[in-house]
């Protein structure tokens, strides 16, 4: 038989593929042509393939790239500027003043910074939501990272677009501009029931149906949220959704903490994916989300950072952990929330959170080449009779070591190819000299 070539070889790890099997190979290879997967197996099966170019992965663990599935990028900016604070006076005294002095240089600045952190703890693909996204687009797409980007809505004049009505067509003018783009897609995102009319909630839902694209709402975030939306509508915020028509399979609902068995069969009944925030909701002592019920129920649900205010990090290995050990105290009951449930909701249903998964989160032959390798040559992840269990109860995002994005080797060694480190680290404390001062 005639040899196979690919332009990239992965050898030497534990491949962990995520497919529908969960298929793990112990001594595996990955091959990448161009920005695709063109198989992956174990070394014995494969050893007919070259390639331009090979990556050893040192024995390491080989996966695929971590899926973040709700987040404020250019947050990264307010790391740890307030923080043990009642949501309101956080809100009110720290973060809107903050956010008062952000244009669109800082929070391309901001969102830069949040791709190296990201890169660097090993997610691929990140879901964005903040003002002048469009500097969010650019930054990930000169990052070489895959990101869905929306600029958020609201019925209040935003520093960026003003209006509402032109926030429509700054969203329009994101649609158009990074339409067919390998790496961002443009997602409708209304900031949530509490901050957008009814009006503003189904003209963005019309919008996402007609260019097919996902909806981002913030939903039943905290028991204020869900009292105030039921006094204003007498319904609970996913009800009102429900009554507005604007529930469907794009739709994403972030946090979903406050939720009635109502609102659950009506998550589940429209297909709506849920995408699970637990540090942030730790920290804003919002609650904790019934996520192991909306699994049982069968929701979609993908991990979350949050954005960096609230965090404070973008490392998902660390919210894996947490989202792991959270509810089985919650619910009483080690069995619940089992480390490979928490990795898949990291990997492939946050990629069907963001309807990417045809594309993204497993490793399988004519999917986008998005993987990270994790080095195990480490006193913590020492000795490793399971790779899943590492990942979720030890591993942590400076574990990962390589990282590659539709093909492209964004990160080697821990040396981000991308970004110039330096250049965003300095462009940071200057744009945190100008917030703190006043
Ligand atoms: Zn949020």
């Known amino acids: 038989m005639?040899?196979?070539?690919?332009?990239?070889?992965?050898?030497?790890?534990?491949?962990?593929?995520?497919d529908a099997n969960n298929t793990e190979i112990s001594n595996g290879v990955v091959a990448v042509s161009k920005d695709s997967i063109t198989a992956v197996g174990p070394a014995s099966e494969l050893s007919d393939w070259s390639a331009s170019r090979v990556v050893d992965a040192g024995g390491g663990i080989i996966m695929p790239g971590l899926i973040n599935s709700h987040t404020h990028a250019s947050m990264t900016c307010f790391r740890g500027l307030a923080d043990d604070l009642q949501l309101m006076t956080w809100l009110n005294e720290h973060i809107f003043p903050a956010e008062a002095k952000l244009d669109e240089q800082k929070v391309y600045s901001g969102a830069m910074l949040a791709c190296a952190e990201m890169i660097m703890s090993g997610t691929t693909c990140f879901c964005d939501m903040y003002l002048y996204e469009d500097a969010v687009a650019r930054a990930a797409k000169e990052a070489g990272m895959r990101a869905v980007v929306g600029e958020v809505l609201y019925n209040f004049d935003s520093p960026n677009y003003g209006p509402i009505e032109k926030g429509f067509e700054y969203t329009q003018t994101l649609i158009d501009t990074w339409k067919g783009d390998p790496l961002v897609t443009i997602a409708v995102e209304p900031h949530s029931t509490y901050l957008c009319a009814p009006e503003l909630l189904k003209k963005a839902f019309d919008l996402a149906r007609a260019f097919r694209l996902p909806l981002v709402i913030h939903l039943a975030e905290s028991k204020s949220e869900v009292e105030e939306i039921k006094e204003r509508y007498g319904r609970t915020p996913v009800e009102h959704l429900a009554e507005l028509d604007v529930l469907a399979p794009n739709v994403l609902a972030c946090h979903c903490v406050e939720l009635t068995p109502n609102d659950i069969t009506l998550l589940q009944q429209f297909d709506v994916k849920v995408a699970h925030n637990v540090e942030s909701n730790m920290k804003l002592a919002s609650g904790v989300a019934p996520i192991p019920r909306l699994l049982n129920e069968g929701i979609c649900v993908g991990l979350g950072t949050d954005g960096c205010a609230s965090n404070n990090d973008l490392d998902l290995f660390l919210e894996m952990d947490t989202v792991a050990k959270l509810h089985k105290v919650k619910t009483m009951d080690p069995t619940a929330m089992d480390a490979r449930t928490v990795l898949k909701m990291a990997t492939i249903q946050g990629a069907r959170a963001l309807g990417l998964?045809?594309?993204?989160?497993?490793?399988?032959?004519?999917?986008?080449?998005?993987?990270?390798?994790?080095?195990?040559?480490?006193?913590?992840?020492?000795?490793?009779?399971?790779?899943?269990?590492?990942?979720?109860?030890?591993?942590?995002?400076?574990?990962?070591?390589?990282s590659i994005i539709n093909g492209a080797i964004v990160m080697e060694e821990g040396h981000l190819k991308t970004i110039n480190l330096k250049t965003v680290l300095d462009n940071i404390s200057r744009i945190a000299k100008e917030i703190e001062k006043d």
């Open 2 to 18: 005639k040899p196979k070539s690919a332009d990239l070889l992965i050898v030497n790890g534990t491949v962990l593929t995520f």
């Open 357 to 402: 998964d045809e594309s993204i989160g497993s490793l399988e032959k004519g999917k986008k080449a998005d993987l990270i390798i994790i080095d195990i040559d480490k006193p913590h992840l020492t000795p490793m009779y399971n790779p899943v269990s590492h990942l979720v109860y030890a591993a942590m995002g400076s574990d990962v070591r390589t």
